[in-house]
C-alpha cells in the first residue's frame, strides 16, 4: 500500500507540472495580413462570422483559425490618415498580444506603399546621404520597435522592406496621390537610386544589414526576414538573395508573396497551377542554396460572389498551398499568410470576404486544407 501510495502521488504530481507547464509552439502558422482593419472600422465597415455575429476582424480571423496576423509599418503617413503608422500599429498589436496571437511586421521604409514599382525614399529622409540615410533606418526601425516594447509586445518575425526584389529606399517619378507616373511604354523613371538592387547592389546590402542589426538591437530573439514577390520566379530569388549574401547582409527567413493570379495578369506565367507548382519547386531549391525557412507571407485568390466555382476554385488552392508548404518542403516552409482577406471585391478583387463583410468558401481552407 505504502508503494501504491507513493506511485499515485508521483502520478500526480507529473500531471501537475504537465498541466502548468505552457503550451506547445505550432510547428506552422497560419495568419493574415488585416493591416487595413482600423481603418475600415473608421469608415463603418462591420465583420461577420460564417452565423452573422458580428466580430471584430482580429478576433475573427482568430475564429476562423489562424494563429498570427501580419501588419505594415509606414514612416510617416501623415497625408494618408495617419494609417499603419507607429501609433495605428500599436493598436493592432494590441488586439493581436490580447487574443495570443504572433505577429509578423513588415516595415516599408517609406511613408506609404513600397512594392517592386516604387520604394520611395521617405519625405524627411530626401537629400541625405547614404551614412545619413543608414541612420535614419536604424532610428526609425528602433523607435517603432521600442514603442512595441514598453507596451509588451515582441513581434515574432521582422520583415525588413517589402517585396524588395529591385532593393529599397530609392525613389521613382509619382503623381499627387503617391502613385508612379509611367512612361510612353509603360516604364516608371527612377529619380533616387541609392538603394536600388541593380544600380548600387553594395547600398542595398547595407541598408539591409543596417535594419537586421537594429530590429536585433531591440529584439534579438525575432526573426528578421528578407521578402521578395513572385515566389515562382527561381532568378529573381538567386539574383536578390546573392546580391545580400555577397555583400555581407545575413537575414534569418525568407519571405515570399504567391498570387497565381497577378502572376497571369503580368504576364510571368500562364497557368495559375503551375504557377503554384513552379513556386514550391523555388522553395525547395532557395531554402537548400541558402540555408533558410521560407514563410509564404501574402497570397490572395480571386473573388466574385456571383460566381461559386470560382470561389471554390480558390479555396481548393489556398488549400493546396497550405497542405504543400506543410507536406512538400522538407519542413522548409513555416507558415502562409494571407494578404487582406477582409477586402471588399469592389475594393480588391484578391480578398476572401464578401461586399457585405462575411468571410467567403476561401477561407474555410484554413480549417481544412486536405483534397
Not at 505577429?103 to 517609406?110: K, V
Amino acid at each position: 500500500m505504502y508503494y501504491n501510495a507513493r506511485f499515485l502521488l508521483a502520478i500526480i504530481i507529473v500531471s501537475l507540472v504537465s498541466c502548468t507547464q505552457a503550451p506547445k509552439e505550432p510547428e506552422f502558422w497560419l495568419g493574415a495580413d488585416i493591416g487595413w482593419c482600423t481603418e475600415y472600422e473608421s469608415k463603418g465597415y462591420k465583420f461577420y462570422n460564417k452565423d452573422g455575429q458580428e466580430r471584430e476582424c482580429t478576433e475573427l480571423m482568430k475564429e476562423l483559425g489562424l494563429n498570427a496576423v501580419r501588419h505594415r509599418v509606414w514612416v510617416d503617413p501623415s497625408a494618408h490618415g495617419n494609417w499603419c503608422g507607429k501609433e495605428d500599429l500599436l493598436v493592432k498589436c494590441q488586439r493581436a498580444k490580447a487574443l495570443d496571437m504572433e505577429i509578423l511586421l513588415d516595415f516599408h521604409y517609406s511613408d506609404w506603399w513600397a512594392d517592386p514599382q516604387k520604394q520611395n525614399i521617405p519625405a524627411s529622409w530626401s537629400g541625405h546621404s547614404y551614412e545619413q540615410m543608414k541612420q535614419d533606418l536604424w532610428n526609425h526601425t528602433v523607435d517603432v520597435l521600442q514603442l512595441l516594447k514598453n507596451n509588451g509586445i515582441e513581434p515574432k518575425w521582422i520583415q525588413v522592406g517589402n517585396e524588395t526584389r529591385n532593393g529599397f529606399l530609392w525613389s521613382v517619378k509619382s503623381n499627387e496621390f503617391g502613385w508612379p507616373e509611367l512612361d510612353e511604354n509603360g516604364n516608371t523613371t527612377i529619380i533616387e537610386s541609392m538603394g536600388h538592387v541593380v544600380n548600387n547592389p553594395e547600398q542595398y546590402a547595407g541598408f539591409f544589414a543596417t535594419g537586421y542589426d537594429a530590429c536585433k538591437s531591440v529584439f534579438p530573439n525575432s526573426i528578421v526576414m528578407v521578402h521578395l514577390d513572385n515566389g515562382f520566379d527561381k532568378d529573381l530569388y538567386d539574383f536578390n538573395l546573392g546580391v545580400l549574401r555577397d555583400n555581407g547582409a545575413k537575414w534569418d527567413m525568407i519571405g515570399m508573396s504567391l498570387y497565381p493570379y497577378w502572376a497571369l495578369d503580368g504576364g510571368f506565367r500562364t497557368d495559375e497551377d503551375q504557377t503554384i507548382t513552379d513556386c514550391f519547386e523555388n522553395i525547395r531549391y532557395v531554402s537548400e542554396k541558402f540555408g533558410s525557412d521560407i514563410m509564404i507571407v501574402e497570397t490572395g485568390f480571386y473573388v466574385d460572389e456571383n460566381d461559386p466555382a470560382r470561389l471554390e476554385r480558390g479555396r481548393k488552392q489556398l488549400a493546396r498551398v497550405i497542405r504543400e508548404s506543410i507536406n512538400e518542403t522538407n519542413g522548409r516552409c513555416k507558415g502562409v499568410f494571407y494578404w487582406e482577406p477582409e477586402c471588399r471585391p469592389s475594393q480588391y478583387k484578391l480578398g476572401a470576404f464578401t461586399e457585405d463583410g462575411h468571410p467567403t468558401v476561401i477561407m474555410d481552407a484554413f480549417m481544412d486544407w486536405s483534397e
